[in-house]
Nanobody, 125 residues
């Protein structure tokens, strides 16, 4: 069992930055590849990024590539999402998710094993 807790959300002006954190419980964090998703009001959940178990490989949605960076610190059981050049359309609840296998690229949300509760990001214009 893995519990995930996101933090770092908030209100920021367009063009600003935020760093989200996702802290995982348990001693097997490095066994899980991690993903970030988001859900904007009235929209379906959207893939944002993935990172492999070692952190050696990452993958991004085209809408965030070049602006967002996913990283992880396995010693701290934490995965991060650095978000720069934020736009109003980035406004959403952001979720982290864990998969008990490596992920290279995109996999559907239903294939993840554990989810956090989400953190709200609001970007004002």
């Amino acid at each position: 069992q893995v519990q995930l807790v996101e933090s770092g959300g908030g209100l920021v002006q367009a063009g600003g930055s935020l760093r989200l954190s996702c802290a995982a419980s348990g001693r097997t964090f490095s066994s899980y590849a991690m993903g970030w998703f988001r859900r904007a009001p009235g929209k379906e959940r959207e893939f944002v990024a993935t990172i492999t178990r070692s952190g050696g490989s990452t993958y991004y949605a085209s809408s965030v590539k070049g602006r967002f960076t996913v990283s992880r610190d396995n010693a701290r059981n934490t995965v991060y999402l650095q978000m720069n050049s934020l736009k109003p359309e980035d406004t959403a609840v952001y979720y982290c998710a864990a998969k008990n296998a490596d992920i290279y690229g995109y996999i559907p949300a239903r294939e993840y094993n554990y989810w956090g509760q989400g953190t709200q990001v609001t970007v004002s214009s």
